[in-house]
T-cell receptor, first 114, second 112 residues
Framework: KAGVTQTPRYLIKTRGQQVTLSCSPISGHRSVSWYQQTPGQGLQFLFEYFSETQRNKGNFPGRFSGRQFSNSRSEMNVSTLELGDSALYLC?????????????FGPGTRLTVT | KQEVTQIPAALSVPEGENLVLNCSFTDSAIYNLQWFRQDPGKGLTSLLLIQSSQREQTSGRLNASLDKSSGRSTLYIAASQPGDSATYLCAVNAGNNRKLIWGLGTSLAVNP
């Protein structure tokens, strides 16, 4: 079956703009988690959605938000972009809550903020 | 607060060597631990998941062990190949909200 897909794969934005990233989970998976990966901080958890509800949230400012649709596809939005938001954004899907079952990751969206 | 550390940060070995990657965590109250592989420019691939009640898991040339009492996990790679070159990450599932806490990874280069 098809894996986790993320669009777009690469994105260049300028400071102050906003951006929306999309993630389509594996068919049948209801949990989608988002992570930010930077060389210095490694992988950091942003939030998790399950059945259209945000179930867990990491320690990121309110500029980072997300949502999940009835077909389990998820979007992540970052408003008022800052240079420090440049990172690889990964989403992962699993059958249930993150960590309870194996998570399957997409290839990521590389965001560059100039 | 749970913290995950991976040592070494980078490793370079000749092809055919057996090697061990280390992962340590500060809080032994975990639900499970996962090892992932990340290739440049790509997402993460789950290699092995060890539940808190298990001591080890094996998949092909990979063997992961878990010692909760000492807060350690090791990933053993037998007969390494150039295709094993990647960054290996461990992640701990701990805490009431069960979010994954990640190490910074070990960058492995297997030289032909």
């Amino acid at each position: 079956k098809a894996g986790v897909t993320q669009t777009p794969r690469y994105l260049i934005k300028t400071r102050g703009q906003q951006v929306t990233l999309s993630c389509s989970p594996i068919s049948g998976h209801r949990s989608v988690s988002w992570y930010q990966q930077t060389p210095g901080q490694g992988l950091q958890f942003l939030f998790e959605y399950f059945s259209e509800t945000q179930r867990n949230k990491g320690n990121f400012p309110g500029r980072f938000s997300g949502r999940q649709f009835s077909n389990s596809r998820s979007e992540m939005n970052v408003s008022t972009l800052e240079l420090g938001d440049s990172a690889l954004y990964l989403c992962a899907s699993s059958r249930s809550g993150q960590g309870t079952y194996e998570q399957y990751f997409g290839p990521g969206t590389r965001l560059t903020v100039t | 607060k749970q913290e995950v550390t991976q040592i070494p940060a980078a490793l370079s070995v000749p092809e055919g060597e057996n090697l061990v990657l280390n992962c340590s965590f500060t809080d032994s109250a975990i639900y499970n631990l996962q090892w992932f592989r990340q290739d440049p420019g790509k997402g993460l691939t789950s290699l092995l998941l060890i539940q808190s009640s298990q001591r080890e898991q094996t998949s092909g040339r990979l063997n992961a062990s878990l010692d909760k009492s000492s807060g350690r996990s090791t990933l053993y790679i037998a007969a390494s190949q150039p295709g094993d070159s990647a960054t290996y990450l461990c992640a701990v599932n701990a805490g009431n909200n069960r979010k994954l806490i990640w190490g910074l990874g070990t960058s492995l280069a297997v030289n032909p």
